[in-house]
């Protein structure tokens, strides 16, 4: 049959996203109450075809093409986690809108005013959620806002977007998002003017590698981290955990003070081979005050210990860290040995744990509950959900919570005998 039909015919059918969609990529009919929605909200896992719907769906507001959009609109907003975000992915990513776009709808990518142009006279702006203020003063038509659940300073930028929805006669947005229980994201689930789809990875398995699917899907398939990053599911804190998303959000900073001590903690893996523990890598830093600020998370799997000794090595540098602390109940001398080869010049405090780890856990819970410790931007979202995941029998849906080991004994490391007075920095 395909054989049978003209090439141009050919061509336009293989950009008729319409024909082509998954269901959960179909636009909804209604929002929750059944009437018209506002906010189309599109929660899926790891390559569920989310940047796809994205493109797809501005390029049909561009375009004017249903049925996704009944006439081209003039202006829409373009908002991604990072201004890098937005071009890496929405716009110039394998599922973005220049890839997607057919020669005579594709728009040109004006990088130094932040735009792009569709032939049609259609104009996309493009925004940083890192940026909320940026938001004041435009207006659109529609919305594309990708990752939503990852962006910083997601309530300021999302609601400073709505007050630029005010274009023609219906404004829209839709979010596409691997969903992480944050406020917002609840909140919009339960709007009756949004309309909500969902899809798992395993939806779009036949365009995914089948390594990606061997490897990635069965080793976190059933777990905490998969039923989030794999089904998009929003997964929410345990009821008999030591950490809670509020706590962590209320305790959140933009950027640490002068520090003045940082100590870099290692969790070990007893093993390199394939599906073995990740090695734990967290850092972070002590202030004149006793604040605990909790810097970077740089844990790696999959590594022989020459590897992830040159991460730990290298995240001790970049931060002019004092010490690095690190686990030796699994490999003994040789973790002190591999991270001396890497650089015999990094002062290495080895560690014994005595006691269970829900045990090590609960002092630094109790810090947290007490604002003695504090995280530095939102990029430390995996090692938020192994603490908010571990309660009395460890990570809920089994696994080694590699993350949180790391960063407890950096954090107990600062608040004992490794606190040798101060020698200030600023990061």
Avoid at 124 to 141: M, T, Y
Avoid at 370 to 393: K, N, P, S, W, Y
């Amino acid at each position: 049959m395909l054989q049978a039909i003209p090439v141009p015919w050919l061509r336009t059918l293989s950009h008729d996203f319409a024909v082509l969609a998954h269901a959960h990529q179909d636009a909804p009919a209604a929002g929750n109450n059944g009437g018209d929605w506002t906010t189309w909200l599109m929660l899926g896992g790891r390559g569920a075809g989310k940047t796809r719907l994205g493109a797809e769906w501005v390029r049909a507001q561009a375009n004017g093409i249903p049925p996704m959009a009944d006439a081209p609109l003039p202006r829409i907003a373009l908002v991604g986690e990072t201004e890098h975000d937005v071009r890496a992915v929405m716009i110039e990513g394998e599922s973005g809108l220049l890839r997607i776009s057919p020669r005579a709808q594709r728009p040109v990518f004006i990088s130094s005013r932040r735009r792009l142009e569709w032939p049609n006279g259609a104009v996309g702006e493009i925004f940083s959620a890192e940026e909320p203020d940026s938001l004041r003063g435009p207006q659109f038509a529609a919305a594309w806002c990708d990752e939503l659940a990852k962006w910083r300073n997601a309530d300021a930028a999302f609601d400073m977007l709505q007050f630029g929805l005010r274009l023609g006669l219906r404004p829209r947005q839709l979010v596409t998002t691997t969903p992480r229980p944050i406020p917002l994201l609840k909140r919009l689930i339960a709007d009756p003017r949004s309309a909500v789809t969902r899809a798992s990875t395993h939806a779009n398995a036949a365009y995914l590698s089948p390594a990606f699917l061997d490897e990635v899907i069965g080793r976190y398939a059933g777990t905490r981290l998969g039923r989030q990053e794999i089904d998009g599911e929003i997964v929410e804190d345990r009821t008999d955990g030591l950490w809670s998303r509020a706590i962590i959000e209320r305790l959140r900073v933009e950027q640490a003070p002068q520090l003045a001590r940082i100590a870099v903690g290692i969790d070990p893996p007893a093993s390199s081979r394939q599906g073995a523990d990740a090695c734990g890598i967290v850092a972070a830093g002590r202030a004149e005050d006793g604040t605990i600020y909790v810097l970077e998370d740089a844990t790696v799997a999959g590594l022989p210990p020459a590897g992830w000794a040159m991460r730990a090595v290298a995240l001790y540098r970049r931060l002019r860290a004092d010490l690095v602390v690190a686990e030796v109940n699994q490999g003994g001398e040789m973790v002190r040995a591999v991270l001396r080869q890497v650089d015999a010049s990094v002062p290495v405090k080895a560690v014994h744990a005595t006691r269970g780890k829900f045990l090590r856990a609960e002092p630094v819970a109790a810090m947290y509950a007490q604002g003695r410790v504090r995280h530095v931007g939102a990029r430390l979202a995996l090692l938020e959900d192994e603490m908010c995941a571990f309660g009395l029998d460890g990570l809920a849906g089994g696994g080694s919570p590699d993350r949180l080991d790391a960063m407890v004994w950096a954090v107990t490391e600062l608040t004992g005998r490794g606190w040798h007075g101060p020698r200030i920095r600023a990061l």
